[in-house]
């Protein structure tokens, strides 16, 4: 017990020496992730881009001082089976304990670890830009006690604008075609059945009937019921919502049992430039949505550059694989995060946190504000807000559809 | 309705042979050699990814790749028999542990080299699909279900009416007896070893065409392999097809009729139910053995 005792003081003696005292040299960022995943991997990719950029330009002026950026980053191994998040936590602690990050940037995968962070957080006291969790429960925890969260910012798509901005993107295809019989297909898991319930009573009110709705549990590999189901249901339709390399049997299944629906939701593995190749063209007509822009940027200067300077960084081939999300929002945040230091004149956490709330700037994802939660606001339009992008696959090209201030075509319906 | 039986039909066979193609490596080997392979998921995935890379970076026809990709993971199944497994030869708790580390050392290998992009796929053998009944299936669900059917009873054949078959069998029941007989214990290991993993890669040309490699597939399928060879009896290969097609109905029925979000519940469920009321499994009699003896 003395042994355990003299431990963890050791550790906060730690984090507290690492709070305290990053100010000197290099500013380093801290990347717990999961590393193991695409998202991950991208969003640090991502993240070390934009520190490149910032030291080639001299790095970040503190208090008169040009200091260059280091990023540390840390496998938290959380999206992979049986990991507990005590275990991803511990990763992302002993990354604070040893590297003394003045700000940690991308954060966590999954949910549960994300909301545990956030207490984590509120005892290292340092800011955190969350890029890839999706929980609502981040907002309601800041809303309801402010102080001790006000460290933590999302950059990245939460699971409430997924939800409307699915439900807008669907009421679009409502509007031009008359379809109104939809069915869901989703994966077994926090993130995805939420979306879904609340895609559910969104639509409903919207006058859509829900044919059906099954849950698959992560690592299925037949979807024939659902399939079958929303085919003789005449489901106009097919909504799925996964982010499992298995929903790939689910693209081919689709065009295998011919179901005459317009299938439009999220499919991680049908959302990279290369997925047309993988999938030998079954994916034609395919609309899939991208939480966040980066895989396709958009027109906008800032974005363009995103992922022209990713290419010229990680080849050609590493852009044409990047992920729907994460990318965009980790390359932003570090920008956030160095100008807010820049103009608090320090990397002291309240001070930052101050000037991150005042943030409002052009990213790769559109335009940057965080609301009175933190959480940066998405719309339909990138002068405005952040965005959310949906497209198309037609003849082995991705057409952005949505929203309406970036489409470059309309949905096209199954046979047209 | 009707479609929907129809429906329940069809691809309960065809995730019934899906499960029987999963599990046959590792319940061939056990069967013959008492060696429980661990590594099956391990040898699944690198299969999958061996085919990919030849069809992908020296351009073989996918049927001359998947050829191929079978000898050679025979070939390793071998391998793995004289290197890490003669040494721990008969120490049970060794073999597994020594087996499920090279498993892990297989599947972990790739994700640390970074094979988790989505871009891995391999083709169909049969491209195409058919309706059946007013129900489509693809080409390649069929042939899944007739590899699924055709591949033990080639084995039956094979293990009851050749001299190397009856040979492994001999070993198999009675290894003093057999050796006796001048039958060599570590050459019948070494090529069960062989045949089960040349048979996870007949798995794995043959079902991952139907979407993309990931990694946790190895996982998975050691899983789905223990799954179903306990439920059907550890030896009996017989009890293996039946429990495949056992769990394949009730997870496609489940799925049809309640939801598929219960289907592993079922899947589970059956199995805590059989070794409930039968300890060795539908058609395994290794408990009943030890219990006269």
């Known amino acids: ?416 | 309705m009707k479609v929907l039986i129809v429906s329940t039909l069809i691809y309960g066979l065809v995730q019934g042979a899906t499960l029987m193609l999963t599990a046959l490596g590792f319940s061939l080997t056990f069967g013959l050699s008492g060696v429980a392979n661990f590594a099956h998921g391990g040898l699944y995935l690198l299969s999958g990814f061996l085919a990919w890379a030849l069809v992908n970076r020296l351009g073989m026809p996918f049927p001359l790749a998947a050829a191929a990709t079978v000898l050679l993971v025979a070939l390793l199944g071998a391998a793995v028999y004289r290197l890490v497994l003669r040494p721990v030869r008969g120490i049970t708790l060794s073999e597994v542990i020594s087996t499920f580390a090279l498993g892990v050392a297989l599947i972990e290998g790739f994700r640390w080299r970074g094979f988790t992009t989505y871009d891995f796929s391999l083709p169909p053998f049969w491209p195409g699909e058919v309706e059946i009944a007013g129900v489509s299936v693809d080409r390649q669900r069929l042939a899944i279900v007739g590899a699924g059917f055709l591949l033990p009873l080639a084995l039956w054949a094979f293990t009851h009416h050749t001299r190397v078959g009856l040979a492994l069998r001999g070993m198999a029941q009675d290894e003093t007896t057999a050796l006796a007989m001048g039958i060599d214990s570590d050459w019948a290991a070494t090529l069960s070893l062989s045949l089960g993993a040349g048979l996870a890669a007949v798995a794995a040309v043959l079902l991952l065409p139907l979407g993309i490699i990931s990694i946790n597939t190895g996982y998975e399928v050691l899983l789905v392999a223990l799954a179903v060879t306990v439920l059907g009896g550890l030896e009996s290969t017989a009890g293996m097809i039946v429990g495949s097609l056992l769990i394949g109905f009730a997870v496609v029925i489940t799925g049809n009729f309640v939801g598929p979000h219960l289907s592993e519940v079922v899947y589970l469920g059956a199995l805590v139910l059989v070794l409930g009321l039968k300890p060795s499994g539908l058609l395994g009699r290794s408990k009943e053995i030890e219990e006269r003896v």
């Open chain 1, 1 to 416: 017990m003395r042994t355990t005792g003299a431990l963890a003081a050791a550790v906060c003696t730690l984090m507290l020496a690492g709070a305290s005292t990053a100010a000197e040299g290099d500013l380093t960022l801290g990347v717990p992730t999961a590393l193991g995943t695409i998202e991950g991997q991208d969003s640090l990719r991502s993240a070390q881009l934009a520190a490149q950029e910032i030291n080639a330009a001299g790095g970040v002026e503190v208090g008169g001082k040009k200091r260059r950026l280091e990023i540390v980053s840390i496998d938290t191994r959380e999206a992979e089976a049986g990991i507990p998040v005590f275990d991803a936590l511990a990763a992302m602690e002993k990354l604070i304990a040893e590297k003394k990050p003045v700000a940690i940037v991308v954060g966590a995968f999954r949910s549960e670890v994300l909301l545990s962070a956030m207490d984590m957080i509120a005892k290292v006291k340092i800011p955190y830009l969350c890029t890839i969790g999706m929980s609502p429960d981040f907002e309601k925890k800041i809303a309801g006690e402010y102080e001790k969260y006000k460290f933590n910012f999302r950059l990245g798509l939460s699971a409430p604008y997924l939800v409307g901005n699915l439900g807008h993107m669907l009421d679009s295809v409502k509007k031009k075609y008359g379809t109104d019989k939809v069915y869901f297909v989703h994966q077994d898991v926090a993130w995805a059945k939420g979306t879904v319930a609340g895609l559910s009573k969104v639509l409903a009110a919207g006058g859509w009937k829900v044919v059906g709705s099954d849950a698959y549990p992560t690592g299925a590999r037949d979807f024939s019921s659902s399939l079958t189901k929303a085919k003789f249901g005449s489901a106009q339709v097919l909504v799925p919502v996964f982010d499992m390399p298995e929903s790939g049997v689910l693209v081919k299944q689709v065009h295998s049992m011919k179901v005459p629906a317009l299938v439009a939701g999220f499919i991680s593995p049908a959302a990279p430039a290369t997925a047309w190749a993988t999938f030998s063209g079954d994916i034609d007509g395919l609309v899939n949505f991208l939480f966040e822009p980066g895989s396709i940027p958009l027109a906008t200067p800032r974005s363009q550059h995103f992922t022209e300077a990713y290419a010229k960084a990680y080849g050609e081939a590493a852009r044409n694989k990047l992920s729907g999300h994460g990318p965009g929002p980790s390359y932003d945040a570090v920008f956030v995060l160095a100008d807010a230091i820049r103009r608090a004149g320090s990397t002291q956490a309240d001070a930052v946190v101050a000037e991150l709330e005042k943030t409002d700037t052009q990213g790769a994802i559109g335009k940057i504000v965080f609301n009175k939660t933190h959480q940066v606001i998405y719309g339909e339009d990138p002068t405005q807000a952040a965005v959310s992008l949906a497209f198309q696959w037609r003849a082995g090209k991705r057409r952005l559809v949505y929203p309406e201030a970036v489409a470059e075509g309309a949905f096209e319906l199954p046979g047209k």
